[in-house]
């Protein structure tokens, strides 16, 4: 028999046996890890389906078939079964990390396991006796007495046997897939390290990256087996088996037990296995050492310029790369520095090759954990001092023993000695030392990023022909980036020493996220010239064909005489590069190119010729084919097949070099460095996108073998994505606050308030008046301008950095892609809009409400403003529109309910309107209600209400004049308005609802007043008889106050609405004072001037009657005849008490108990009362009559007419006066006098206010000169001032005239002025009140205009001081002095009772 036939066979046999080997019987059901794809081929229960769909299996069916086959065969499908053997290893890694994630560690040089290693489900919840059968290995379980250790577990093994097994069952075959994959993957180590005739990187790269590849894996695989129970696992199965089997042992279980303990540790069983490949190790490792010292020497590879376009000695010369050959050597360098790492730590004998141990060293002072698998690791220093060192003692001891022999012998022993003292100091430099050296990695990297991106940015065209520079570049950053999460919380111990401490890492590490950064702008370069980088990639294989063409036919390789397998070989990968010279030269590069071919082919070419029992090798083909200046054909090759994946496999290099999924292991680290470093002094907000971008990677991380594994991923992804756009909208929410802050924007836009003004004003006359500079207890107000101020030069730049920040984060967010995450869609620039809407919603509610205490609605709109003007900063730079997103949550806001007025059929919505709702709770509470008894009080001068005590920390005027409610309509428009009128209208249903109750209980009361009017006696002993005449008179003075309160947020929103849509209000103003007046009115016009009223439309007054006719129009028993007595029940209030306490106030115009808006509630309720009586009057005749509803024959409507109701009014108010009159002036004696002057001024009031009820109605009763020295007498007692007055400064007497002192004479006439104040000059004429227009009289003879209203007379103004017009005094003479205030009185000159009062 032929050699190659004995080798064909042998390959045969060895196949089949693997395969028997690998028969394994899985109940799929009960395993929780199912199997892929890799081990699904191993299962033999469909060996015809297996070698369809795997190389190997093809292979073997072909051997199976073909009993005569050639060597040359067998080699070129040998990479294959390499390739197949690295997939198996990271499907075993993966499971047994599964595995090890599910069981957690023992404790250190323990056996022990928490309680929650018994709590999987896995092994039987008895400690006792799996840890004692796991320290009894490799004895068998059944000669261990087991019923003197846990007799009660042994019962329960018994007992649930069948369970236990169907448990270990699916972790026992990966155990055993281990064991297998350990015996082919040795026979192919062995026979490749034997067998390949090079495996330098220089000559036979590609050989050389699998076979060391499947050497890792080998490795790594063995390394992380040894972090689950496989002792406790195999012992326990094959227990729980014999129990089941009636003592029959599990199968493998002898040879499993042989490869455990082979294993335990696994460095001394690889140590063994691997001997015999130790020298081609060791010979691989120092031919890649120049590579791992460059790539270790940062400031060579800067400044020899290998991660440069640019030429280090010619500069101003663009070149494709100053190191093209060490550029495609450094994208090796990650993988080569995990050989060195792992083949000198399994093969230590080889560290005493000369320079060896330099190349380790250098690795070492710089590592400190030795990847394995996703985040699993071992502590490298503790496996080379257990290892490594051992064997390096044994080493020096047998030189030692041959010293005598010779010189080698001593070399050697020094050596040796050299090596052992230099790997002990390593782990101590490694951990003082490595994180400084890997942060200085890290700055030259991010410089040499950022050179890179900017060259290649400008310059595109060279991306193609620098691309393996920028995959080292990759392969570089990422390799620092998981240096620095796989260290952090690493806890290590010293060389000498017992003690154990973390490894310190700065988590507030900036250069992160520059790294991660440029990795992500780096890749998007390269996707975006992905077409440019094919078409320079296919030119340049379109040059190589014909090259090697030319050396295929050369004169070496017809020497040669290659035989027709090598041939074909050759012609069939360069067959499918024969077709791009002409895809070449078309404008547009086929999507569909697939050169896998090409590559299959040179692989297998490649593994034939390197093999040493090829007639042909490759050295052969490199002597045959070289010349002077150019490659051979197995040069030329291999750089065709490095080139022919950046036509095609594009996504896969940049996954191969620039993949971060291995992050997904270390996301809490990742989301704590982030969160410290995105916004930090050093961080820029525009690297959101590549931490945001990792989350797209983390699924990649998800195996066939464990399918359970991708749903995880997923949901960890999304999760991930979600916190990390939640920290840059808070990073961006916390930008915008920052600029709008005091300290921010607000310092720049700083404004006194008028109550600081009026302080800073009287300070500084009293500094004046003193000639000092300092007052003591002086406020020190920031002035308008203070920012300017060099001391505040660094705050500027903080506004400048701060907007600076904002600005490039929003332009990031805008420019970036939506991001998907698997079924996941996260689009950024909607983050921001909704992130901005919700920060502008959450700062609206809280400037609002500062401390519990209600914010001015001034300061809450400047607040505003300053807010939208971030926004609109913000605006600039997204494509957005943010500012409808604004006005969106101010009408979310304002909008509380639909306005019953416009929309009656109140249709329902969510629920909104929160900031809105609580400024008017507040005002209603506060203001309103006084639900905090601060004396609140409504000023008519002012406009305002007024409290004697804070409400809180708030004053009553400072929130509740005519200016802040102009503010509030600003900000809340209509809808707020509404709102507060609702709030209003509730208040009042409820007081007017006691009006009704008052008027029936006292009815018979009322009759009888009304009857006999004119007896003083009747009256006084009817109103002596009113029932709770104090709540009524409370609830009447509410009821005005609440009618205040109207009238000024209707005068507020009037001006606000004529400034801002002066058409829209022209049009309602126009509407009410020509709309048709009907009675009743027709509903739609009824409700559209309520919609006037509240807009401020009308008439202030007529708006508070509005209001009060549509709560009484919803009154059952509103309009009938005891609402007639409603006079007479107004009058019982001028027997009050509250007259006896009251005082009236020249400086605010009305009374200290609030006693005139008592005025204002008679004034509404009255006229609403004759409205609805009409209306009811109205409706009640129509249903009587239909027909008196048409017209008559003459065109007149047979119905009682607006005129009509007016004259009601008057007559109704008339007999109010008439009756209050009486009773004030018939009450009143010498000993009562004050209530008598407050009654006659509120009555004063009450003209004043209606359009009903003239002042001359009230002079046919009281003389004006009464009311003129009641006045006076005020006026003269009060000295109304704001501001400090010098001492030195000339008072005024009451009358006008200056107070003179005795040795005066320099008095002139230009002197003799009027004292003013900011309300205006208190003698210049008279004092507008509530109305601040003047009533005009109603002419005697009761002629009407054409509105249906009291004509007003254009020649006559009437007022509280306008009764001056008939008391003349001679010119230059003044009126006679007073009598002093203890002794005076307004009425001191008239000695009997009323005048009269008929």
Known sequence: MSENSCVMELDVQTSQQFLAKLRLKRNNDASPVRPGPAEAAWSAEDTGARRNESPVWRRASMATQRSQSTKNVQKTRQIEWVIHLQKVALGLMTKLHKLHQILGSAEPGTLHHPDSFWKTGIFPDMPKLCQHVARKFPEHPAKMQLDKVDKGGCDMLHEHSGRYVASLEPWIMVLEDLMTFREQSLRVILDLSSTVVTLLPNQNPLLLRVFMELFCSFVRVNLLADKVPRKMLLQMYNLVHTIMKSGRDYGAYHRMVQFVEAYDPPLKGLHDDLNFVSPRIGEILDAVGPTVLLGSDFQRLRSEGYLSPFHPRYPDKLTNSAHPARAQELVNIEAYREWVLIGYLVCPTELLRPGAVDIALVLLKESILLPLFRDEYVLLHEEYQHYVLPRIAESKKLAKAGRAKGRDADVEYNLAKQVEKQICDAQDTAINNADSAHREHRLLLKQEIGRMLLFFSDQPTLLAPNLQMVFAALVMVRAEILWFFSHVGVMVGKAKGTRVMPIEMDMEDPTIGFLLDGMDRLTGLIRKYTPACKAFAMGYLSAAVQRMQVLLVGPGMVALDIDPELRELFNSALETLDQLPQLHTDKIVPASLDLSGFRRDWLRLIMLVSSSRSPINIRHLDKATVSTGNDSIVSEGNLAYLWSRSVDEMDKQILQHASLKMLYFYRPDVT?????????????????????????????????????????????????????????????????????????????????????????????????????????????????????????????????????????????????????????????????????????????????????????????????????????????????????????????????????????????????????????????????????????????????????????????????????????????GPYGVDKLCNSLLEQLTVLVDTLDTFLRSNKEILESLAGNLHSKSHRENMLLQIVELEILMSNAMRIGHMLSMRALLAEATGQVLRTNTPLLFSLLTDFCKHAPATIPEKPNLLRLKRVSSRVGAVELEEGDAVMIHSILNNMEGAGDPTWGLLPFLFVACMNSNVWNSTTFSVLTGGFTSNVHCLARCINAVMIANEWVRSERREQHRLTLDPRNGSMGEDGVQGVETRADVNISIKASMKTFLQCAVATVLESWDDSHRSPLVAKLIFLDQLCELTNYLPRSTLEGYVPHTIMRSIYQMYFENSVPSLVHVHPSTRQYAGNGGPIKSQGDTSAEPSEIHLQQTSRGSIFSGPIKFAGQHKRPEVEPSGELGPDGKPRRKANRFSGPLDYSRKVSFAEGRGPPEPAPSSTRSPLGRFRSGPLSYV
């Not at 992804?717 to 915008?736: N, R």
């Not at 302080?759 to 920031?782: C, E, H, T, W």
């Not at 304002?894 to 249709?907: G, K, T, V, Y």
């Open 672 to 972: 704590a460095v982030f969160r410290h470093t995105m916004f930090g002094p050093e961080g820029r907000p525009q690297h959101c996108c590549a931490w945001l971008s990792l989350a797209c990677t983390f699924s990649d991380n998800a195996h066939p073998n464990v399918p359970d594994e991708l749903p995880t991923f997923a949901r960890d992804a999304v999760s991930y994505a979600e916190s990390i756009l939640d920290s840059v909208m808070g990073g961006l929410e916390g930008l915008i606050n920052i600029l709008d802050s005091e300290g921010g924007y607000g310092s720049l836009d700083n404004k006194l308030l008028l109550e600081q003004a009026a302080l800073r004003l009287n300070q500084l006359s009293r500094a004046g008046i003193y000639g000092i500079k300092n007052v003591n207890g002086m406020v020190d107000f920031p002035l308008p301008g203070f920012e300017s101020e060099p001391i505040h030069r660094g705050s500027i730049k903080m506004l400048e950095a701060a907007v600076q920040r904002l600005t490039s984060l929003c332009s990031v967010l805008n420019e970036m892609e939506p991001l998907r995450v698997l079924n996941h869609m996260f689009v950024p620039r909607e983050y921001l809009r909704d992130r901005i809407m919700k920060n502008f919603r959450t700062r609206l509610k809280s400037i609002i409400m500062t401390n519990g205490e209600l914010q001015r609605p001034s300061v809450v709109e400047a607040r505003l403003q300053r807010h939208m003007s971030i926004v609109h900063l913000v605006e600039q730079h997204v494509q957005l529109d943010l500012t409808r997103g604004v006005r969106e949550v101010l009408l979310t806001e304002s909008f509380a309910r639909h306005m019953e007025d416009l929309h009656p059929d109140d249709r329902e919505v969510g629920a909104g309107g929160e900031a809105v709702c609580t400024i008017a709770d507040w005002y209603v509470e506060n203001l309103l209600r006084d639900a905090k008894a601060s004396g609140v009080i409504f000023s008519p001068l002012d406009k305002c209400f007024k409290s004697t005590r804070p409400i809180g920390r708030v004053a009553a005027e400072s929130v509740a004049d005519l200016a802040e409610l102009k503010a509030f309509v600003r900000i809340f």
